[in-house]
């Protein structure tokens, strides 16, 4: 072992970074994505801000599932295809680190900048002060394990050569507990409840992604 | 070799799976009609008829058994699905491959059945009740996973595949339910829980067709499974010596044609 995981982790995380941004529009396209289609929601239903911000919390989930989509495709198979994940399992370096690297930037590209637009989302639907906070957070803790069925799905469709339709197919029924519960967060703080149960359900879902995520999708890897 | 794990591997082998699986199953079907066809009779005409629900209670009969169906072939799916995973034992993963269509199709009665009696007795084909819900994601999980396995070509490689995503399902399917359990609660819809309280209370005229048909359904899974796991199993091992041999018994011929 001439180096540390921390060195591959780090340096993987360089070089995704940088594809990501060689690639500047394809890799804002999901960001862009959210913005329409935040847009057609009062435009669909109407402007008028009391029933816009009762369904804000649910649009800025519903939102997030899909952009998250968008980024999945490329997530293993761009690798796949040009050999670089054959010479990462040749390399005899754990394959978990791998992942988790990518699994990060992932989170870093498509995550989080949704997170740091939906107090704005939120805002524009005249969603009030506590209930934006509870989105974050609903946000915050939330999508690290969306990521995780979508690294799973990219995992298992990594070999193929469109993942597509499937892929979606199997990511958003997995999801559907974060939704309910991301979205419940925020509906609970507007009807006056407390936000704590649903917010202490994600927080246990993003432990269990972050601990058992990576090996789960680097097995799964292995496996395809 | 212990014993036991000489007879799993041995049954595991596609030969022997499918001389063995061609002798259970006139017994299996035998059973079912033993069971479903005195279990449909006594739900659909001898079972009194419900002091609320009228007749539409007979739905019960065959929607109950199917609820449970489409939860155990999920897990069975999954179960058998990673003993495909871990042993790389073939008929392991032929088995879970050919029992999702079936959970999906019993996970598909149920939902029909259910709005079926639901407008009689609701007044709607559809409510988002938690446990009409959770059924739908079901029935979404099983498609995701039959999708997965018909999207790759070959068939190991498939069954890895869908046995991952499968377990993973498995997983999370009580964290769905719970977790529309809760949204349902949150959001205080309609509080037509029929069998909420005093379910315990079932007479014995509608318990016995009601055990009947679960047992007739859990039969038919077995056979409908066996008999596709045989076509299936004869499809993946076309090029094999031992099919073409049974081929050969089949035609009562030695001419069986150059195949490529």
Same mark, same amino acid.
């Given at each position: 072992?001439?180096?540390?995981?921390?060195?591959?982790?780090?340096?993987?995380?360089?070089?995704?970074?940088?594809?990501?941004? +060689?690639?500047?529009? /394809?890799?804002? !396209?999901?960001?862009?994505?959210?913005?329409?289609?935040?847009?057609?929601?009062?435009?669909?239903?109407?402007? /008028?801000?009391?029933?816009?911000?009762?369904?804000?919390?649910?649009?800025?989930?519903?939102?997030?599932?899909?952009?998250?989509?968008?980024?999945?495709?490329?997530?293993?198979?761009?690798?796949? /295809?040009?050999?670089?994940?054959?010479?990462?399992?040749?390399?005899?370096?754990?394959?978990?680190?791998?992942?988790?690297?990518?699994?990060?930037?992932?989170?870093?590209?498509?995550?989080?900048?949704?997170?740091?637009? !939906? @107090?704005?989302? !939120?805002?524009?639907?005249?969603?009030?002060?506590?209930?934006?906070?509870?989105?974050?957070?609903?946000?915050?803790?939330?999508?690290?394990?969306?990521?995780?069925?979508?690294?799973?799905?990219?995992?298992?469709?990594?070999?193929? +050569?469109?993942?597509?339709?499937?892929?979606?197919?199997?990511?958003? @029924?997995?999801?559907?507990?974060?939704?309910?519960?991301? !979205?419940?967060?925020?509906?609970?703080?507007?009807?006056?409840?407390?936000?704590?149960? @649903?917010?202490?359900?994600?927080?246990?879902?993003?432990?269990?992604?972050?601990?058992?995520?990576?090996?789960?999708?680097?097995?799964?890897?292995?496996?395809? | 070799?212990?014993? *036991?794990?000489?007879?799993?591997?041995?049954? $595991?082998?596609?030969?022997?799976?499918?001389?063995?699986?061609?002798?259970?199953?006139?017994?299996?079907?035998?059973?079912? %009609? *033993?069971?479903?066809?005195?279990?449909?009779?006594?739900?659909?005409?001898? %079972?009194? %008829?419900?002091?609320?629900?009228?007749?539409?209670?007979?739905?019960?009969?065959?929607?109950?058994?199917?609820?449970?169906?489409?939860?155990?072939?999920?897990?069975?799916? %999954?179960?058998? $699905?990673?003993?495909?995973?871990?042993?790389?034992?073939? #008929?392991?993963?032929?088995?879970?491959?050919?029992?999702?269509?079936? $959970?999906?199709?019993?996970?598909?009665?149920?939902?029909?059945?259910?709005?079926?009696?639901?407008?009689?007795?609701?007044?709607?084909?559809?409510?988002?009740?938690?446990?009409?819900?959770?059924?739908?994601?079901?029935?979404?999980?099983?498609?995701?996973?039959?999708?997965?396995?018909?999207?790759?070509?070959?068939?190991?490689?498939?069954?890895?595949?869908?046995?991952?995503?499968?377990?993973?399902?498995? #997983?999370?399917?009580?964290?769905?339910?719970?977790?529309?359990?809760?949204?349902?609660? *949150?959001?205080? $819809?309609?509080?037509?829980?029929?069998?909420?309280?005093?379910?315990?209370?079932?007479?014995?005229?509608?318990?016995?067709? *009601?055990?009947?048909?679960?047992?007739?359904?859990?039969?038919?899974?077995?056979?409908?499974?066996?008999?596709?796991?045989?076509?299936?199993?004869?499809?993946?091992?076309?090029?094999?010596?031992?099919?073409?041999?049974?081929?050969?018994?089949?035609?009562?011929?030695?001419?069986?044609?150059?195949?490529?």
């Amino acid at each position: 072992m001439p180096e540390s995981g921390f060195g591959l982790f780090f340096g993987l995380l360089r070089r995704d970074a940088l594809l990501l941004y +060689r690639r500047r529009s /394809e890799t804002l !396209a999901p960001l862009w994505f959210a913005l329409i289609v935040a847009t057609a929601f009062p435009l669909a239903l109407g402007p /008028e801000s009391a029933k816009l911000a009762r369904i804000a919390g649910g649009v800025v989930w519903v939102i997030f599932l899909l952009s998250s989509l968008l980024s999945l495709d490329s997530l293993f198979r761009s690798d796949v /295809e040009d050999g670089a994940f054959d010479v990462m399992l040749a390399s005899r370096r754990s394959l978990t680190v791998v992942v988790a690297a990518k699994m990060l930037l992932n989170w870093l590209s498509t995550a989080l900048p949704l997170i740091l637009l !939906a @107090p704005v989302l !939120a805002y524009s639907y005249d969603l009030d002060q506590g209930a934006q906070q509870v989105l974050v957070v609903s946000l915050l803790l939330g999508t690290p394990l969306v990521c995780m069925f979508g690294a799973l799905a990219a995992a298992l469709t990594a070999q193929l +050569r469109r993942g597509g339709v499937l892929l979606s197919l199997i990511v958003l @029924p997995l999801t559907l507990p974060v939704l309910i519960f991301g !979205a419940g967060a925020v509906e609970a703080v507007l009807t006056g409840g407390s936000a704590r149960q @649903p917010l202490l359900f994600l927080a246990a879902g993003a432990v269990v992604s972050i601990s058992f995520g990576p090996w789960l999708i680097a097995e799964t890897l292995k496996t395809g | 070799m212990h014993p *036991l794990l000489l007879w799993f591997h041995k049954t $595991g082998s596609p030969p022997e799976f499918y001389r063995l699986s061609g002798k259970f199953l006139p017994w299996l079907i035998a059973l079912t %009609a *033993l069971t479903g066809l005195p279990g449909l009779y006594l739900g659909l005409f001898e %079972a009194p %008829a419900d002091y609320l629900q009228r007749e539409s209670v007979r739905i019960m009969y065959i929607h109950v058994p199917s609820a449970w169906m489409s939860m155990f072939i999920f897990a069975f799916m %999954a179960v058998v $699905g990673a003993v495909g995973l871990i042993w790389r034992v073939k #008929i392991a993963e032929v088995l879970a491959r050919c029992a999702a269509p079936i $959970g999906a199709t019993f996970t598909a009665i149920t939902l029909i059945t259910g709005s079926l009696w639901g407008k009689p007795t609701w007044g709607t084909y559809w409510v988002w009740d938690a446990r009409l819900t959770s059924e739908l994601v079901l029935l979404f999980l099983y498609f995701g996973v039959m999708a997965l396995h018909n999207a790759i070509e070959d068939p190991r490689r498939a069954a890895r595949a869908a046995a991952i995503l499968a377990l993973v399902g498995l #997983i999370n399917l009580p964290v769905i339910h719970y977790s529309v359990e809760w949204w349902n609660t *949150l959001h205080q $819809g309609q509080s037509i829980r029929l069998f909420a309280s005093d379910k315990s209370s079932i007479d014995p005229s509608m318990l016995t067709p *009601l055990i009947l048909m679960a047992f007739a359904t859990k039969f038919w899974f077995g056979a409908s499974l066996l008999s596709r796991a045989r076509v299936q199993v004869l499809e993946q091992e076309s090029g094999k010596d031992w099919v073409r041999q049974l081929v050969r018994k089949e035609l009562g011929t030695d001419d069986l044609g150059k195949t490529p």
